[in-house]
């Protein structure tokens, strides 16, 4: 519990964070099917094993484990697995020698009120929006809601009124009658009231500390890895878990996060250590990563090289881009530098013209963009004959 330092020594120079994963068969194993060798490195310290999607758990059979990790790419698992299991290992590597990367755990065990207050319906409410007050029938129909807790509408026929979606409750009023917030603590701005037919649910939500919605989330329900924006949703300083998701009393919920002192909308993304095999194509960013937002403009430093040491082929480049989501002929790319001896420049595929690697020439590699109606996205291309590692920084982000 509480926030753990798993960065090593301290240090601004190197701050970074990987996020590294791979899949595989059980057919893939060695040793009678008890050995995996990862596509991807991990950092034993925060590495999470997952089998048919389930979180297993690290440790000797002794112990009660799963698995053991040895180096940096070996999973010996203390039973064989089947050779139709699927395995998924993923694991956040940081290199920090001086900015503390944090994990923060908040773990919860269901109670019996929660239990019953999860996922219970209310039809037939009404909203004032003078006073932002949601409306039962009383009696029977007792809302049992408390300051502080989540509720989520799924039903708002009327034009202009509270709309669908998570509210927080500021005061209660009696026990038909809240004043709502949103979910984040604002003050809500609707302008009509809703005279009939709203409905809401009740839906568990846990304070976490530190939590913002740039950071990197996982929840777990009894050691299940759930889906985040179907399963649970994430807003500032809190989890919302779906209505949809049975939550049973003695159930543990835990919440894993991963944050520093600078989050990612303070204006820089980046990673390195990328493999791209020729022909192929990697995601170096989207949206996401900018908190979903709709437009962006940013400089984009991007660094490659032969996959092996040894081989002297290179390129760097500088590219200047303005993406908007949903719209991906007004995504533009526009090459400031380019420097280096593999292929005979970093190619720019932009305004709707990208979808897969093969809109980059032969022999090139070429930086993509695109969009769809959930987002813009920034690929960098290799088609340039042999593999290559790379790196990338998103800097002077314009959100």
């Known amino acids: 519990?509480?926030?753990?330092?798993?960065?090593?020594?301290?240090?601004?120079?190197?701050?970074?964070?990987?996020?590294?994963?791979?899949?595989?068969?059980?057919?893939?194993?060695?040793?009678?099917?008890?050995?995996?060798?990862?596509?991807?490195?991990?950092?034993?310290?925060?590495?999470?094993v997952y089998m048919n999607g389930a979180l297993l758990k690290e440790g000797t059979a002794g112990n009660g484990g799963d698995y053991v990790l040895s180096g940096t790419n070996t999973i010996t698992f203390n039973v064989a697995v089947a050779t139709?299991?699927?395995?998924?290992?993923?694991?956040?590597?940081?290199?920090?020698?001086?900015?503390?990367?944090?994990?923060?755990e908040v773990d919860h065990t269901i109670t019996s009120a929660n239990a019953t207050y999860h996922s219970t319906s209310f039809a037939s409410c009404t909203y004032t929006t003078s006073s932002d007050t949601l409306t039962t029938g009383g009696g029977p129909d007792a809302h049992g809601l408390a300051v502080g807790d989540v509720i989520d509408v799924t039903v708002s026929p009327s034009a202009g009124s509270i709309a669908v979606g998570r509210y927080r409750v500021l005061t209660v009023t009696s026990s038909s009658a809240v004043v709502l917030q949103t979910v984040d603590n604002a003050s809500l701005a609707f302008a009509a009231n809703g005279l009939a037919n709203i409905t809401f649910i009740r839906v568990f939500n846990k304070s976490v500390p530190n939590l913002t919605v740039t950071n990197h989330v996982m929840l777990f329900l009894n050691g299940m890895m759930l889906v985040k924006d179907t399963d649970y949703y994430i807003d500032q300083q809190s989890v919302t878990v779906d209505s949809t998701v049975n939550?049973?009393?003695?159930?543990?919920?835990?919440v894993r996060h991963f944050g520093s002192f600078v989050t990612q909308i303070n204006g820089e993304v980046q990673r390195n250590g990328i493999t791209i095999a020729d022909e192929a194509h990697n995601l170096l960013l989207s949206s996401t990563d900018f908190t979903g937002n709709t437009t962006a403009v940013f400089q984009l430093w991007i660094s490659m090289r032969h996959a092996t040491a040894t081989d002297d082929a290179y390129r760097t480049s500088q590219v200047l881009v303005r993406?908007?989501?949903?719209?991906?002929?007004?995504?533009?790319?526009?090459?400031?530098?380019?420097?280096?001896?593999m292929g005979t420049e970093l190619q720019v595929v932009d305004t709707g013209?990208?979808?897969?690697?093969?809109?980059?020439?032969?022999?090139?590699?070429g930086v993509g963009i695109t969009a769809d109606?959930?987002?813009?996205?920034?690929?960098?291309s290799n088609r340039s004959g042999d593999p290559i590692v790379a790196g990338f920084k998103a800097i002077a982000v314009s959100l």
Not at 23 to 45: I, W
Not at 247 to 254: M, P
Not at 373 to 380: D, I
Request: aromatic share 12%; proline share 3%.
């Open 1 to 48: 519990m509480g926030i753990k330092y798993i960065s090593g020594f301290r240090g601004l120079d190197h701050a970074k964070q990987h996020l590294r994963r791979s899949v595989h068969l059980g057919s893939a194993l060695t040793s009678g099917y008890t050995v995996l060798n990862p596509a991807e490195a991990f950092d034993q310290q925060a590495c999470f």
């Open 84 to 104: 139709t299991d699927a395995i998924e290992v993923i694991s956040y590597a940081f290199q920090n020698p001086t900015l503390p990367q944090t994990m923060v």
């Open 247 to 254: 939550l049973l009393e003695d159930a543990v919920v835990a």
């Open 323 to 341: 993406a908007e989501k949903n719209v991906a002929a007004d995504c533009y790319l526009h090459r400031a530098l380019d420097a280096g001896n």
């Open 353 to 365: 013209s990208y979808s897969t690697y093969a809109n980059v020439s032969n022999d090139k590699v």
């Open 373 to 380: 109606s959930a987002g813009w996205y920034v690929y960098l």
